[in-house]
């Protein structure tokens, strides 16, 4: 029997998820506040219905961040099943809502496309899947919303909110806010010096190309994560002054160290594991009870060791369970410590 979803929202990031799952076997029930985007998502066979399944496996909100909140209250009394977003700011939603029914996420995924004409099936593949649960979460929640975002190819990471929106504060919604000033510094200097745009190589290129997303988005963004964008404004601006004073004393061994940071610390982006041989099995028994699984994946993420699969084994008798996860072999002492330092007993297996 296949499983079933609802999709709320079917622009980039929810027709994506729609269309990946749909692809992958799941019956995709899914609206959107525009009948016509509907309309076209069931002739591009993108969702499977355009009524909500009250009984669906997993619901997932793709709305503006501003309406994720209202939009999950709402789910929670249509459906039975599990509730989770897709939004890029956590905090403001979990503050808002403690059902154990509900999980906060957030796939690092996207496109310069927009709405149904950008939807990837495959947009989630080998892209981190960001969980925010709070302290309500089930393990079956978890469960739940995982296998969905593994389904669709996707690597699960483990934040509190606070510190996903910290970080993306940082890593997603900065890099926009700075390629959209650079676009305006050469769009304005255009004007003068016709040839600027034309002149615009690689470089410049990759810097600004995350400035061709959709803007619409970016006002709600920016509205609900002001404060941990400020801090990371105020710490580029920190950073650009710091650069500026170096360029203008002519301090060439001060700059060569700061280029040679850069260069290092962005070598060191994590890649995705290349082949199984390079990995781990790690068998962790667990108390059968909320929470003790996201436990575990909030260790590793505290970490940094990124967990490429995992099963949650529930006992027939009992309250105990095993948590099993896949993880780079680089990343086995470091894991197995921290397990053990919190507590747990896990059983480490070399894959041969």
Known sequence: MSRSANVVGLGLIGGSVASGLSGRGWRVHGTDADPAVVSEALSLGVITDDVLDSAADVSVVATPVSNIASEVHALLKQ??????????????????????????????????????AGVNPDLFVGAAWVLTPHERTSDATFEAAASLARD???????????????????????????????????????????????????????????ASGGPSIWVDICRENKNAIVRALDSLISGLSEMRRIVGDGDSDALLSRLHEARNARANLPARLRELGDVVEFRIPIPDRSGAAVEIFAIAAELGVNVANFEVAH??????????????????????????????????????
């Open 79 to 116: 459906v039975a099943g599990v509730v989770t977003d897709v939004g890029s700011v956590k905090s403001h939603v979990i503050d808002e809502i403690s059902d154990p029914r509900f999980i906060g996420g957030h796939p690092m995924a996207g496109s310069e496309l927009s709405g149904l």
């Open 152 to 210: 669709l190819g996707a690597e699960i990471v483990v934040l509190d909110p606070a510190r996903h929106d910290e970080v993306v504060a940082l890593v997603s919604h900065l890099p926009h806010l700075t390629a959209a000033t650079l676009m305006g510094l050469a769009a304005k200097q255009s004007e003068e010096h016709v040839a600027i745009l034309r002149l615009a190589a690689g470089g410049f290129r990759d810097m600004t190309r995350v």
């Open 315 to 352: 006992s027939a008798e009992g309250n105990q369970g095993v948590l099993v996860l896949i993880v780079e072999l680089a990343a086995r002492d470091l894991l197995r410590g921290g397990l053990i330092a919190r507590g747990f007993k896990p059983v480490v297996q070399t894959f041969i």
